[in-house]
């Protein structure tokens, strides 16, 4: 969607090193998920950010929302090969918004 | 707790047919959504059921059309298969849509339309 962009397409790093991904909207969120997706499967639910400024954490994956520039980052500490598939984020636009509207994924490769 | 089941895993189809698929969402999930994932257009939404009526619809055609039971099961149906029609379809139930927990998503069914 060009509604949501993803930086970068993709993304290869060595183990243990820290990487972040970026999704930029041009529209206004009212939420901001980050999924995750082994290719050809469903995607796992990472983290929901609402409020401009909130940073969510999960083992090792931390995710911030920055309202001003309605844009979301995902960080990965010290990747491993378990952190490798393809990261997603969705959005909703507007409070009555039932759908969510995905960017176009990150790619990531973890070398062991 | 059973996550979001969908079935059939694989489907091949003839193009001109029909196909229906099917999402079990987690127990105490009202909303149903469904997606459609290719590689060129990535994942866009189909449309989003809750209490058995459809509350919205994206943009595809009226060939893709779907359904809600009183047990919130879902499906949706395809008519008239096109070779474009070849993706991956994933459900996604929540307990209210745009709710603070998520949704969570199936594993899929594949679509291969020949």
């Known amino acids: 969607s060009q509604e949501l962009e993803q930086s970068p397409q993709s993304l290869i790093v060595q183990e243990g090193k820290n990487l972040t991904i970026n999704c930029t909207s041009s529209?206004?969120?009212?939420?901001l998920y980050w999924y995750k997706q082994k290719y050809g499967e469903g995607l796992i639910f990472l983290m929901m950010?609402?409020?401009?400024?909130e940073e969510k954490s999960h083992e090792k994956i931390t995710a911030k929302l920055d309202e001003k520039k309605q844009q979301s980052s995902l960080h990965i500490t010290a990747s491993q090969p378990s952190h490798a598939g393809i990261y997603l984020c969705?959005?909703?636009?507007?409070?009555?918004?039932?759908?969510?509207?995905f960017g176009s994924g990150t790619q990531l490769t973890v070398l062991p | 707790k059973a996550g979001v089941t969908q079935t059939p895993r694989y489907l091949i189809k003839t193009r001109g047919q029909q196909v229906t698929l099917s999402c079990s969402p987690i127990?105490?999930?009202?909303?149903v959504s469904w997606y459609q994932q290719t590689p060129g257009q990535g994942l866009q939404f189909l449309f989003e059921y809750f209490s058995e009526t459809q509350r919205n619809k994206g943009n595809f055609p009226g060939r893709f059309s779907g359904r809600q039971f009183s047990n919130s099961r879902s499906e949706m149906n395809v008519s008239t298969l096109e070779l474009g029609d070849s993706a991956l379809y994933l459900c996604?139930?929540?307990?209210?849509?745009?709710?603070?927990?998520?949704?969570?998503f199936g594993s899929g069914t594949r679509l291969t339309v020949v």
């Open positions: 127990s105490g999930h009202r909303s």
């Open positions: 969705g959005a909703r636009f507007g409070g009555s918004a039932r759908q969510l509207t």
């Open positions: 529209k206004t969120l009212y939420g």
């Open positions: 996604a139930s929540s307990l209210v849509a745009g709710g603070p927990n998520g949704y969570t």
């Open positions: 950010l609402q409020k401009g400024g």
